[in-house]
Each structure stands twice: as structure tokens, then as C-alpha cells.
């Protein structure tokens, strides 16, 4: 099946960093990713989608300028949370459809825990 | 346009059964459920698509009713396996790149 692979699953950073969360398609091409953060004990809140070749879309009151996402090939979408702060500590996951799968499952990686100290 | 879950959560004994329903104030093109475990990211259960299907995997079945816009998941004979935090996700295209849009869940715990 279809295999989602996210990386760091973890990170610690200082506030004020910059990180980076890469999420690839493993055995499947991915024209489009989406990316959801979950707060502790609530639901996947949908980011932006991420489309290859193109700009990403973003949703209402996420901030662009600080979640740059970057979609160069079509196994390989990047999250970037620039000048982090505690109060972007989150759970972040990436996910994606295999083209062609005809059930439109979403399949998720595996979540990149973020805490900004 | 969040789908709105109910129960927010519930308590099982082993054994047991539960529904959990998921509905939306807008037309829908397929329902998706998830189970996710503390900690962990969601996994795919089911997909219901348009047409008023059901489906079935063992003791876990769900319903779509696409003119009440609503879904329902069934789980019977519980299993202590089976807690955690139930997602249903809706969908109201079939364009590929759509993405989910999920409900606040449904924190379900099975007790011994």
C-alpha cells in the first residue's frame, strides 16, 4: 500500500529558529500533499495543501510567510516553520493521495512533533 | 465546513458496542474514518463514497447516508484495542486533490 514517510518525528528548537519537516511519497507519486498540525487533544486542523510545481494554498489564518512549504518533485513536500515560537509546539502531519488508487485514500505519515522552548 | 461528531467521547467495557456519528450541513462525496492512538498519527479505517454504501472489516462497520449527509461507525464487541480517537473526515469532490476536513473526534476507551 501506499507509504508516507515524514521527517524528524520529533524536534526541539529554540524559539526563534527556523525547522524543517520533509514528508515523501515512499512508493507513490504525490502531485498534491496536504499538511494538518494538531494541538494536544483536538482535531487535524488542515494547513495548506501543496501542490508540486506550484505555490502552496494555504488556509484561512495560517500565516504564508511563516509556514513556507515547498513542493519541488512529486515524491517530496517540505514544511518550513520559520522564527518559531513556543505556540507553534505542535504535532504536525503530513499526508497524500497515490494517484491512480481510485479509492482517494488519504494516507498519513507518521507526525513530526514540534516543541519550540 | 467542519462534520460535527457525536459522542465527544465514551467508556466501553470490553464487549461492548458503540455507534459514533459524523454529519455535515454541506453535500458530501465520501466519508473517511480514522483511529488515532496517543501519540500516534491517524490510521485509515474506512471509506464510504457516495451512493448510500456500507461497508464492513470484521466487528467494525459504517454507514453513509448521502441524503441526510450523515455517517455512522459501528463497533461491536469491543476490544481494548480498540481505544482511542475516532476521526471522521469528509470530502466534498472527487478531484484528486482534495483535501479532508475532519470533526473535533470521538475519544473512545475500552476498559477491562
Known amino acids: 500500500g501506499a507509504v508516507v514517510s515524514q521527517h524528524p518525528s520529533w524536534v526541539i528548537c529554540k524559539s526563534g529558529t527556523s525547522v524543517k519537516i520533509e514528508c515523501r511519497s515512499l512508493?507513490?507519486?504525490?502531485?498534491?500533499m496536504f499538511w494538518y498540525r494538531q494541538f494536544p487533544k483536538q482535531s487535524l486542523m488542515l494547513m495548506a495543501t501543496s501542490n508540486e510545481g506550484s505555490k502552496a494554498t494555504y488556509e484561512q489564518g495560517v500565516e504564508k510567510d511563516k509556514f513556507l512549504i515547498n513542493h519541488a518533485s512529486l515524491t517530496l513536500s517540505t514544511l518550513t516553520v520559520t522564527s518559531a515560537h513556543p505556540e507553534d509546539s505542535s504535532f504536525y502531519i503530513c499526508?497524500?493521495?497515490?494517484?491512480?488508487?481510485?479509492?482517494?485514500?488519504?494516507?498519513f505519515g507518521a507526525g513530526s512533533r514540534l516543541t519550540v522552548l | 465546513q467542519q462534520p460535527v461528531q457525536s459522542p465527544q467521547a465514551v467508556i466501553l467495557r470490553e464487549g461492548e458496542d458503540a455507534v459514533i456519528n459524523c454529519s455535515s450541513s454541506?453535500?458530501?462525496?465520501?466519508v473517511h474514518w480514522y483511529r488515532q492512538k496517543h501519540g500516534e498519527a491517524p490510521v485509515f479505517l474506512m471509506i464510504l463514497l457516495k451512493g448510500g454504501e456500507q461497508k464492513g472489516h470484521e466487528k467494525i462497520s459504517a454507514s453513509f447516508n448521502e441524503k441526510k449527509q450523515q455517517s455512522s461507525l459501528y463497533l461491536t464487541a469491543s476490544q481494548l484495542s480498540y481505544s482511542g480517537t475516532y476521526f471522521c473526515?469528509?470530502?466534498?469532490?472527487?478531484?484528486?486533490?482534495?483535501?479532508?476536513?475532519f470533526g473535533k473526534g470521538t475519544r473512545l476507551s475500552v476498559i477491562a
Open positions: 512508493d507513490f507519486q504525490a502531485t498534491t
Open positions: 473526515g469528509t470530502e466534498r469532490g472527487n478531484s484528486g486533490n482534495t483535501p479532508l476536513v
Open positions: 454541506k453535500a458530501l462525496y465520501s
Open positions: 499526508s497524500a493521495r497515490a494517484v491512480g488508487s481510485g479509492a482517494n485514500v488519504l494516507t
